[in-house]
T-cell receptor, first 113, second 113 residues
Framework: KQEVTQIPAALSVPEGENLVLNCSFT??????LQWFRQDPGKGLTSLLL?????REQTSGRLNASLDKSSGRSTLYIAASQPGDSATYLC????????????FGKGTLLTVNP | EAEVAQSPRYKITEKSQAVAFWCDPI?????LYWYRQILGQGPELLVQ????????DSQLPKDRFSAERLKGVDSTLKIQPAELGDSAMYLC???????????FGPGTRLTVL
């Protein structure tokens, strides 16, 4: 059974700092890995999707990397802003005959002005 | 921009009562997902539809939960009877056939007293 772990569970940084969120997964036979953002009491917004054959994806100040063989991914946020405060969730698409997303518990990010 | 619609946004009920949640996916999206997210956890897939057919309901507690998508468009998730442990956010998502990006609705926050 696929398990996804995110470290740290919570992170507080001053505005302008660069930061890294970590994600690990137990079964490397994944189809892709996705990073989502969730604001309090809201649904999820897709940030980045990395196919299993890719090493990284970039969108604006966000860069996600994937090392499938070691079961790890990182989300790098450059020049953090208070508006980046949210929970960031990592999810892997895997499952053999019927792929589904397995989520981690998320990292709660607070960016202080 | 098209969005996934869910209603109600909030529901408070007493245990043993019946509750129902509604989801309207983005127009043209053939795949629809229902997730349950317990506070502090990542979402967990309850049921996946492809058009009107159930693709995966392996994590759906079938003794009390039911889901339908009669015309392959909108969907209803029902719980009868509700239990205290059902308190959670219920998220609906949709995707185009053959694509991996899921678009999430705002969710329904259920509180069972």
């Amino acid at each position: 059974k696929q398990e996804v772990t995110q470290i740290p569970a919570a992170l507080s940084v001053p505005e302008g700092e660069n930061l890294v969120l970590n994600c690990s997964f137990t079964d490397s036979a994944i189809y892709n890995l996705q990073w989502f953002r969730q604001d309090p009491g809201k649904g999820l917004t897709s940030l980045l999707l990395i196919q299993s054959s890719q090493r990284e994806q970039t969108s604006g100040r966000l860069n996600a990397s994937l090392d499938k063989s070691s079961g790890r991914s990182t989300l790098y946020i450059a020049a953090s802003q208070p508006g980046d405060s949210a929970t960031y969730l990592c999810a892997v698409y895997s499952g053999g005959s019927n792929y589904k997303l397995t989520f981690g518990k998320g990292t709660l990010l607070t960016v202080n002005p | 921009e098209a969005e996934v619609a869910q209603s109600p946004r909030y529901k408070i009920t007493e245990k043993s009562q019946a509750v129902a949640f509604w989801c309207d996916p983005i127009s043209g999206h053939a795949t629809l997902y229902w997730y349950r997210q317990i506070l502090g956890q990542g979402p967990e897939l309850l049921v996946q539809f492809q058009d009107e057919s159930v693709v995966d309901d392996s994590q759906l507690p079938k003794d009390r939960f039911s889901a339908e998508r009669l015309k392959g468009v909108d969907s209803t998730l029902k719980i009868q009877p509700a239990e205290l442990g059902d308190s959670a956010m219920y998220l609906c998502a949709s995707s185009s056939y053959g694509t991996d990006t899921q678009y999430f609705g705002p969710g329904t926050r259920l509180t069972v007293l």
